[in-house]
């Protein structure tokens, strides 16, 4: 309880917008089969699911309760520019900065399903700076907080853009995602941060 208090609060006191913008980046390539986008999966009721930090990218994990529903406004390089934790590794509990929810306007460059039934969903700030999105399944995420806003967003994706394959759906459309904050280990994935920062589950697409 004490922690989840101290996550809270030292979420609340983030700030955004003093963030500097990164560098302009270099130009985005769609492979078909990118290594870095392979990840471990297990077996869960007939469903390939996700394993590192899953429950921390799915909102099942004992501090997802303190997760604020309020999304603040970012760009993708505002959120690029947020220091990793010094804390954070691989089987790191959720971190203060993966308490706050943001929604960013972005170019949504494409989208592709992996190999733990996420669709992964790059997006493109107005630097050329990219970062990274994603859609669980639903069924991967059972008794998470947020388990009907993600079969929700993913029904919505795929009527408004299609279903995504194991190769690139390209779309290059504006919109805004909303999503908790979230950092991945950096190994090579299509459109990565600098900090390998996420909006992990994405709650709203439009």
Not at 39 to 55: D, F, L, N, Q, T
Not at 104 to 114: D, I, M, S
Not at 147 to 152: D, G, L, N
């Amino acid at each position: 309880m004490l922690r989840s208090a101290a996550l809270l609060i030292a979420a609340l006191a983030l700030a955004v917008p003093g963030i500097p913008p990164a560098a302009r980046a270099a130009p985005l390539l769609l492979l078909p089969d990118a290594p870095g986008d392979r990840e471990p999966v297990k077996m869960s009721a007939g469903h390939r699911c996700g394993v590192e930090r899953w429950s921390i990218k799915t909102l099942t994990d004992p501090d997802a309760g303190i997760v604020s529903m309020r999304p603040a406004n970012a760009t993708v390089e505002q959120l690029g520019a947020i220091a990793v934790p010094e804390t954070w590794n691989r089987d790191a509990p959720r971190q203060a900065a993966e308490a706050r929810t943001y929604t960013v306007h972005a170019t949504l460059v494409g989208a592709k399903l992996e190999g733990d039934s996420d669709y992964h969903l790059v997006l493109r700030g107005n630097t050329g700076a990219t970062m990274i999105a994603e859609i669980p399944l639903a069924s991967c995420a059972k008794g998470s907080r947020v388990e009907k806003q993600i079969a929700a967003v993913r029904a919505a994706f795929g009527k408004r853009f299609g279903t995504p394959a194991r190769g690139w759906l390209k779309i290059g459309r504006m919109v805004n995602v909303t999503g908790v904050l979230f950092f991945d280990e950096p190994h090579g994935q299509t459109g990565v941060a600098p900090n390998a920062v996420e909006l992990h589950p994405v709650l709203a697409l439009n």
